[in-house]
């Protein structure tokens, strides 16, 4: 019964899952929520590792991603290769406004300007929408990608959106996910190795140095860490 996901049992569910193999918590999470679960991903290396473990427990879950239209090149031909290896289709989620609609509602280069904004537009509102459709979803956020996500639970109640999350690799470390995909011979989007550790819209994401922070190209100079579809952004 839904009634019995409260935000502290799940908290109570997520500690007991701890140390445990992500492969787990997404075996339960697909067991007690399928068919309304499902899996968003932006295409990162955390991604590709909870998609090589979907295509094998479940690979008819629901895989979806926010297209914002910003994606580099490389991020689509990522995606299309990814659906070829692992024999799954994902569902393109679009916020319906075109960047040129966008451009003459909001002046051009929204990104630039306000890009609290600009992800509400394209992403976050999407995802509202898209998740009013679901019991629950699962991400590839890890605890030590940012300051908001140091708190996040293997399992946890969304209350942005009203439903169960699972964060499968939420502790595990950068290295970590690349071990799994070198051992797994994974594909990932050749930008990473050109300097661009966390990739998303080409507009907003630069390259960083070596040493500094991975998420340092991310809004970079803007005081910006978040896109907004984990925890709330400005608008």
Known sequence: MVSEWTPEALQQLGEQFEGRPPEEVLRWGIQQFAPDIAMATGFGPEGVVLLHQLSQLAPETTIFYLDTDLFFPETVALRDELEARFGMSFTRVQC??????QAEAHGSELWARDPDRCCHL???????????????????????????RAGAGLVEWDRAHG??????????????????IHAHDLPFNRLHVLGYPSIGCWPCTRPVAPGDDPRAGRWAGLGKTECGIHWPARK
């Open 96 to 101: 319906g406004l075109s960047l040129e609609a």
């Open 122 to 148: 394209r992403k976050v509102e999407p995802l509202r929408r898209f998740l009013s459709t679901q019991r629950a979803w699962i991400t590839a956020i890890r605890r030590n990608q940012t300051a908001a």
């Open 163 to 180: 439903l169960v999350k699972f964060n499968p690799l939420v502790g595990w470390t950068s290295d970590q996910v690349w071990d799994y």
